[in-house]
Structure formats: C-alpha cells, structure tokens
T-cell receptor, first 114, second 117 residues
Framework: DAGITQSPRYKITETGRQVTLMCHQT?????MFWYRQDLGHGLRLIYY???????DKGEVPDGYVVSRSKTENFPLTLESATRSQTSVYFC?????????????FGPGTRLTVT | AQKITQTQPGMFVQEKEAVTLDCTYD???????LFWYKQPSSGEMIFLIY??????QNATEGRYSLNFQKARKSANLVISASQLGDSAMYFC??????????????FGDGTTLTVKP
C-alpha cells in the first residue's frame, strides 16, 4: 500500500512486557517521527529520525527505543511497558526538515497497557 | 523553546456559520511554519492548511483560511460556512526550519469543534 502504515492498529499488553510498534512509509521520506497522544491532548514527540541510522530524542523519550536501519521503516519499542504508556501512537514522515514541509501521519496505534 | 497554546478546549458553531479557532505560538526562530490539522472521531490526522513565517499573505484552502498575525504570534484558523462534517478536534502545530529544533513539530492541546444543525 502506498503511504504510511502502522501495525498493529490495536494492541493490549501487560505491564513489564516488551512491545514493538511498526511504521512503514513508501515515499522514501528522509524524516520520520513518533508521537504519542494521550486522551484529550495534543501530540508529543517521542523520537525522530533524519535518515537511516540517525535518530534523536524528542520531548518524551524515556522508556522508548527506536532504530532505523532502512529509510522506509521506523519501529518504536517499549522495552518494559508501563500503564503510563497507554496512549495512541502516531508515526509520521516528512520529505525534509524544512519548516514548510508537511508531515504525513499514519493511522495510529492504540496501545493499552494493563 | 517552542510552545503552542490553544485556549479554547471546546467550541460550538451553528451549521453554515463561520468559526475562528485560536492559536498562539512562541518561538525565537525567524523561520518557522504553522500548520493546522483536523482529527475526526475516527482518529486520523488530516492536514488542513499551512502558513510560512515569511509569507505576507494569509493562507487559504477552500473553506479554511489562516489569520496570521506575526507581531502577535497568532495563527487562528477560520472555517467558513461550517458543515456537520467539520465536527472534530483541531490542532495547531509549529515546525522550525533551522537550528537544533529543525524539523521538529510542536502541537497544541487542540480544540474540539461541534457543529450544530
């Protein structure tokens, strides 16, 4: 499928388990992002990547790990899930870092940690 | 540091009327972009409109326009002729173009718009 996809779309896991959320884009965009959206709030940046093998922390990186071995994929791993990580996770991509470049969002993954 | 403030948690508007959603921002950069996104109840993020910091004219996209007042650091979204399908949450976001924050976006907490028939 063309565009940006996320999997799974819904995930329920237990506290302490490792969880990986997948993100795939078909545009060969350089930049990719992970955000979390807590109920009733805006998006907060977790991690972003400027290119393959280049990643950097965002506003709320604690408890998360990312990797980017290929341009099109940007997985997000919760090493030991906590209830506070229950959220909707959005992946996004952008052609460039320029201020005028739109970010394209995936459909989101709703994660519940019990 | 970048900051976006949306002071209206919820707004109501009558169908076919215009509505303004407020957004103020804070940045020390000269080059930045301002974006509005719509998030319907289905959850996806839909890009609506963009305004560049150097653009002298307000951006327009169909029924959406952005009232950009640079000196006041405000970027309000105006929706004309509201439709029932406009009921959604609306987010204002800013992206800086240079420096350590280049490429990162900051989002406001959103405004929930309800269009009444």
């Amino acid at each position: 499928d063309a565009g940006i996809t996320q999997s799974p779309r819904y995930k329920i896991t237990e506290t302490g388990r490792q969880v990986t959320l997948m993100c795939h884009q078909t545009w060969s965009h350089s930049y990719m992002f992970w955000y979390r959206q807590d109920l009733g709030h805006g998006l907060r940046l977790i991690y972003y990547s400027a290119a393959a093998d280049i990643t950097d922390k965002g506003e709320v990186p604690d408890g998360y790990v990312v990797s980017r071995s290929k341009t099109e994929n940007f997985p997000l791993t919760l090493e030991s899930a906590t209830r506070s990580q229950t959220s909707v996770y959005f992946c996004a991509s952008s052609e460039s870092s320029g201020a005028n470049y739109e970010q394209y969002f995936g459909p989101g993954t709703r994660l519940t940690v019990t | 540091a970048q900051k976006i403030t949306q002071t209206q948690p919820g707004m109501f508007v009558q169908e076919k009327e215009a509505v303004t959603l407020d957004c103020t921002y804070d940045t020390s950069d000269q080059s930045y972009g301002l974006f509005w996104y719509k998030q319907p109840s289905s959850g996806e993020m839909i890009f609506l409109i963009y305004q560049g910091s150097y653009d002298e004219q307000n951006a327009t996209e169909g029924r959406y326009s952005l009232n950009f007042q640079k000196a006041r650091k405000s970027a309000n979204l105006v929706i004309s002729a509201s439709q029932l399908g406009d009921s959604a949450m609306y987010f204002c976001a800013m992206r800086e173009g240079y420096g350590t924050n280049a490429g990162k976006s900051t989002f406001g907490d959103g405004t929930t718009l309800t269009v009444k028939p």
